[in-house]
């Protein structure tokens, strides 16, 4: 975990990371969307344990190859 977007991406350029540098809130993913509006339920299965298990925050990503952004 980094506190900010410039540390990960210094760290992932030292090691010449492959892959994807992911932007994670603090608690529950899905709680967090759902309180934050940015995601609102709308299907029956939505808030259950298997879809809140398999929940994506979302939030920002940078594809990396050998530690440098994808263009």
């Known amino acids: 975990m980094f506190d900010t977007v410039d540390a990960g991406l210094a760290w992932a350029a030292e090691r ?18 759902v309180s934050e509006g940015r995601f609102t339920p709308s299907k029956a299965h939505h808030g259950t344990s298997d879809h809140v298990a398999a929940f994506s925050p979302g939030l920002r990503h940078i594809h990396l190859t050998g530690g440098h952004r994808d263009s």
């Open 16 to 33: 010449q990371v492959t892959g994807i540098l992911a932007e994670y809130a603090g608690g529950g993913a899905y709680d967090l969307a």
